[in-house]
C-alpha cells in the first residue's frame, strides 16, 4: 500500500510568520501535485513538480521536490489571512497513470489577521 | 471554458438505496477519474476512464461501478448505500492517461457531489 505521509494535519498561525508542509513516502512518484481545497469545493490545482530536486515559485509559495521522488515540500512566507485553507499533496506512482493519485491527508492552514 | 461539472451537488439517500452521480469534463480531456473524500480525509481513488474502458480501480467494493460515454461524460453509481458511503465524490479529468515529460497532464477537479446517507 502506497502512503503519501502529510505534516502537520493542523496549523493555526498569525500573520507575516512562515510555514512548511511536508509530505514524506517509501514510493517514488513520477510526478506530485499540491492541490488547495475550500469547504464544500473540489481541490485546486496549485503546482505540478516532476523532476527531482526541483523547486517552483509561486508568489509567496515555494513547492520543492525531493532528489529521490519521494517527498515534497511547502513554504509559504509570510501568511496571509487569504491562504487559509486545506493543503494537499497529491503524488503520481512511477509508471502509474496520472489519473489515479495518492493524497494526504491534508494540512488545514490557519491564518489569522 | 467550462470546467468540470459534477451533478447534483448535493442528495441525501437511505441506507440500501441506489444512487448515480454525473460528471462532464474539460472540453477535449478524455480521461475522466472518481475519488471518494470523506470528511477531514484527503479524496481516494475510486476508478479512472480513459477512450471508455476502465483504466484503473482503488480499493472499493463491487457496490461502486462506473462507465464513460462517448462524449467522455462520466456516471459513477454505488449500490446499496452504506452509512460510510456519505462522502464529497469528486470527479477530475485529464487530457491523457500517462505522465507527460513537461508534467501538464495535470487532473483538473469539479466541485463534487455532496452525498449523505441517513
Known amino acids: 500500500t502506497q502512503l503519501l505521509e502529510q505534516s502537520p494535519q493542523f496549523l493555526s498561525i498569525q500573520e507575516g510568520e512562515n510555514l512548511t508542509v511536508y509530505c514524506n513516502s517509501s514510493?517514488?512518484?513520477?510526478?506530485l501535485q499540491w492541490y488547495r481545497q475550500e469547504p464544500g469545493e473540489g481541490p485546486v490545482l496549485l503546482v505540478t513538480v516532476v523532476t527531482g530536486g526541483e523547486v517552483k515559485k509561486l508568489k509567496r509559495l515555494t513547492f520543492q521536490f525531493g532528489d529521490a521522488r519521494k517527498d515534497s515540500s511547502l513554504h509559504i512566507t509570510a501568511a496571509q489571512p487569504g491562504d487559509t485553507g486545506l493543503y494537499l499533496c497529491?503524488?503520481?506512482?512511477?509508471?502509474?497513470?496520472?489519473?489515479?493519485?495518492?493524497f494526504g491527508k491534508g494540512t488545514k492552514l490557519s491564518v489569522k489577521p | 471554458d467550462a470546467g468540470v461539472t459534477q451533478s447534483p451537488t448535493h442528495l441525501i439517500k437511505t441506507r440500501g438505496q441506489q444512487v448515480t452521480l454525473r460528471c462532464s469534463p474539460i472540453s477535449g480531456h478524455k480521461s475522466v477519474s472518481w475519488y471518494q473524500q470523506v470528511l477531514g480525509q484527503g479524496p481516494q481513488f475510486i476508478f479512472q476512464y480513459y477512450e471508455k474502458e476502465e483504466r484503473g480501480r482503488g480499493n472499493f467494493p463491487d457496490r461502486f461501478s462506473a462507465r464513460q460515454f462517448p462524449n467522455y461524460s462520466s456516471e459513477l453509481n454505488v449500490n446499496a448505500l452504506l452509512l460510510g458511503d456519505s462522502a464529497l465524490y469528486l470527479c477530475?479529468?485529464?487530457?491523457?492517461?500517462?505522465?507527460?515529460?513537461?508534467?501538464?497532464?495535470?487532473?483538473?477537479f469539479g466541485a463534487g457531489s455532496r452525498l449523505t446517507v441517513l
Open positions: 514510493s517514488v512518484f513520477s510526478s
Open positions: 477530475a479529468s485529464s487530457l491523457a492517461l500517462g505522465v507527460l515529460s513537461s508534467g501538464a497532464n495535470v487532473l483538473t
Open positions: 497529491a503524488g503520481a506512482i512511477y509508471g502509474g497513470s496520472q489519473g489515479n493519485l495518492i
